[in-house]
């Protein structure tokens, strides 16, 4: 009885075996190394296109740590500029305290060194040419003096760092 059951399981195995072994014609070689370079190009398209995203990703947040500095940078200044405002109002007063005087002289000189390290451009002034992506024109005159789009008169000068403008220069327009 153990013999049969021997044989019969070895039969039963027989059958299994040649159930579950497939069977592969010759031409089929070739296919499973198709397929592998099908595999191969699609798995590297993903690679190159997951690099490209972490480039992308690392350049945008360079560029955002960046102007994250320059904005911080430009809203602190913005505060300050009434100081210089009120500076330059207080030397165009005339006084006869000639140490008042040069006491604001040497806080304005002190303010536009500071500016100055920190990349600021202070820019507006009466002769230069109109740009309305720097000046806020706020009056138009004709003269014959001056060119056209030339700027006659400077309210409030303007400021920027890099290419951010910080505030636009007040100006009346010539022609």
């Not at 190009?41 to 190159?48: F, T």
């Not at 480039?55 to 560029?63: C, G, H, L, T, Y």
């Not at 430009?74 to 505060?79: E, F, S, W």
């Amino acid at each position: 009885m153990a013999e049969e059951k021997t044989t019969e399981r070895s039969e039963f195995d027989i059958e299994l075996e040649e159930e579950t072994t497939p069977e592969t014609p010759v031409e089929d070689t070739a296919a499973p190394e198709e397929n592998y370079k099908e595999k191969y190009e699609h798995e590297h398209d993903l690679y190159l296109r997951l690099a490209a995203e972490y480039d992308n990703f690392r350049k945008r947040s360079q560029k955002e740590k960046d102007s994250a500095y320059t904005n911080g940078k430009a809203d602190t200044l913005a505060k300050l500029l009434p100081v210089y405002d009120n500076l330059e109002r207080a030397m165009n007063q005339e006084t006869s305290d000639a140490a008042y005087k040069k006491g604001v002289e040497l806080t304005m000189q002190g303010l536009l060194k500071i500016f100055g390290d920190l990349g600021v451009e202070v820019y507006g002034e009466v002769g230069d040419e109109f740009d309305p992506n720097l000046h806020n024109a706020v009056m138009h005159i004709e003269s014959e003096e001056l060119g056209e789009n030339t700027l006659a008169q400077v309210f409030q000068k303007g400021f920027k760092t890099g290419e951010k403008v910080i505030r636009f220069a007040m100006v009346q327009v010539a022609n």
